[in-house]
């Protein structure tokens, strides 16, 4: 049974950083897409920033400039670093692996960021 284990969230004031961790356990990690996800109380669950089995990113125009997405697959492991946190930025933040636009595993139960302005 896949696993994902998110960690590394907290409480930041605005324009601090935070890097984010999920290890992912139960499954063959280096050959799926990783994303990261987050939901904010009331709204939808949405991607933020995804990246490809040969290390290929996008990401979500709310983080273009300030969250790096990157994996270690020695480690089963995927990171988001994201600086320059803003308020809209609070929310749990979630990872999965990705084919399309279809969600691979169940979610795990995902890590909270809240900025404070």
């Known amino acids: 049974q896949v696993q994902l284990v998110e960690s590394g969230g907290g409480l930041v004031q605005a324009g601090g950083s935070l890097r984010l961790s999920c290890v992912v356990s139960?499954?063959?990690?280096?050959?799926?897409?990783m994303g990261w996800y987050r939901q904010a109380p009331g709204k939808q669950r949405e991607l933020v920033a995804g990246?490809?089995?040969?290390?290929?990113?996008n990401y979500a125009d709310s983080g273009k400039g300030r969250f790096t997405i990157s994996r270690d697959n020695a480690k089963n492991t995927v990171y988001l670093q994201m600086n320059s946190l803003k308020p809209e930025d609070t929310a749990v933040y979630y990872c999965?692996?990705?084919?399309?636009?279809?969600?691979?595993?169940?979610w795990g139960q995902g890590t909270q960021v809240t900025v404070s302005s």
């Open positions: 139960g499954s063959i990690f280096s050959i799926y897409a």
């Open positions: 990246i490809t089995n040969r290390g290929n990113t």
């Open positions: 999965n692996a990705y084919l399309g636009t279809t969600i691979l595993h169940n």
